[in-house]
Nanobody, 114 residues
Framework: QVQLVESGGGLVQAGGSLRLSCAAS????????MGWYRQVPGKEREFVAG??????YHIDSVKGRFAMSGDNAKNTVYLDMNNLKPEDTAVYYC?????????WGQGTQVTVSS
């Protein structure tokens, strides 16, 4: 059974930092394209960052503030978020995209107060 378990969300003031973690079980993250998405109520889910092999990708609005990384030994990916802004408030989801299936975590809430 595949599980992606996110943690690290919470309430933080603008300008603060959080580190999200996504611990995977049932898959080897080294063989999947791992990513982070976020969603605000009433809006579509938005891609934030991805990692495939040694390559990482971040949307323009988070470049220079967010950094995605992975630890294959721990089978875990991370999203380091710095200089957080109120518009970063959302539920953040971890994803694993494979050849035959995609998996999603349950999400973790990030709230940034102004």
């Amino acid at each position: 059974q595949v599980q992606l378990v996110e943690s690290g969300g919470g309430l933080v003031q603008a300008g603060g930092s959080l580190r999200l973690s996504c611990a995977a079980s049932g898959i080897n993250i080294a063989t999947y394209r791992m990513g982070w998405y976020r969603q605000v109520p009433g809006k579509e889910r938005e891609f934030v960052a991805g990692i495939s092999g040694k390559n990482t990708y971040h949307i323009d609005s988070v470049k220079g503030r967010f950094a995605m990384s992975g630890d294959n030994a721990k089978n875990t990916v991370y999203l380091d978020m710095n200089n957080l802004k109120p518009e970063d408030t959302a539920v953040y989801y971890c994803t694993a995209a494979g050849v035959s299936a995609d998996y999603w975590g349950q999400g973790t809430q990030v709230t940034v107060s102004s």
